[in-house]
């Protein structure tokens, strides 16, 4: 055919336009749209820690500044999740290579986790493999009366696992499109998690021992309470994943928040079989 350098000018100039605009995308990743909920949640955060810095320091005297920090923080993250999963789920920019990415982030995420309670079991065996003079030479140290691990420890275990195993139930619904299962696995799941932060909570209530005994009190509630810090966390996330799930959200392959979720679920199980055998078993 004739070349026609007139049409040539006009579909060249047609396509660099779209280019500008975005509306043509040569890469398969998703290049974000201009949003406020970044800078919003980093100013939230900000506010949070000053309002837990000063109150810890009695600077302040209530905790109303920690309450609305706590509220704006859960309220931006909750705006910027809602337009994360809108891009995911009905705009369709969560492309393969998209998933990929957000996996091997969480994984990196997942390792950092770790090594944040490495340095807290490095802290515990430390002190108890060579206790000093000031705690009586002795593991636990002189007038610490240990939490049994026969009691709430072995229940929340129990129900750890028992998590591991709906969840694992979900899980593999949600592949086979099985989507009234899928619900029942998190909602099982999520109750599981529920009832395990209920018992550590009343374990601390009743426990013989605070955060100021000696060093065995400090690696054991930093450990066991950042734990716990976790597993409420985690019980949001599982509640999400629910509500996603209801509100057809996600489908049998496209579901990365609910995979990352499960794989955070099994990675807490595994940390606190290290806890339980460490702390409450070998420890006492």
């Known amino acids: 055919r004739r070349f ?6 006009i579909y060249k100039k047609i396509i660099m336009n779209n280019k500008v605009r975005g509306y043509i995308q040569l890469h398969p990743f998703h290049l974000v749209s201009p949003s406020p909920w970044p800078i919003f949640t980093a100013f939230s955060l900000l506010g949070l820690a000053l309002s837990i810095g000063l109150t810890s320091h009695n600077y302040i005297n209530n905790n109303i500044w920690i309450i609305l920090n706590l509220v704006t923080v859960s309220y931006s993250l ?8 809108a891009e995911s789920t009905f705009l369709g920019d969560h492309t393969l290579a998209v998933k990929r990415g957000i996996i091997q982030g969480f994984y990196l995420f997942v390792v950092s986790e770790i090594l944040i309670f490495a340095s807290l079991f490095w802290a515990y065996l430390h002190s108890a493999l060579n206790p000093t003079m000031e705690i009586g030479m002795a593991w636990p140290p002189v007038g610490i009366e240990t939490i049994s691990a026969d009691e709430l420890p072995l229940l929340n275990t129990i129900i750890l696992l028992a998590s591991g195993a709906t969840i694992t139930y979900a899980h593999h619904a949600i592949i086979n499109g099985n989507r009234s299962a899928t619900i029942y ?17 009343l374990e601390y209530k009743y426990a013989a021992f605070t955060i100021t005994d000696s060093v065995y009190g400090s690696t054991f509630y930093s450990a066991t309470g950042l734990h716990g810090l976790h597993m409420i966390m985690l019980f949001v996330m599982l509640l999400i994943c629910t509500l996603r799930v209801y509100y057809y959200s996600v489908t049998n392959t496209s579901h990365i928040g609910l995979e990352t979720t499960i794989l955070y679920l099994h990675v807490l199980d595994v940390i606190w079989l290290f806890i ?9």
Not at 78 to 85: E, Y
């Open 276 to 284: 339980y055998i460490v702390m409450y078993w070998w420890g006492n």
């Open 185 to 201: 696995g998190f909602i099982y799941s999520t109750l599981l998690i529920l009832l395990f932060v209920a018992c550590q909570t």
């Open 4 to 9: 026609n350098y007139k049409k040539y000018k």
């Open 78 to 85: 909750t705006l910027w999740f809602r337009d994360i999963f």
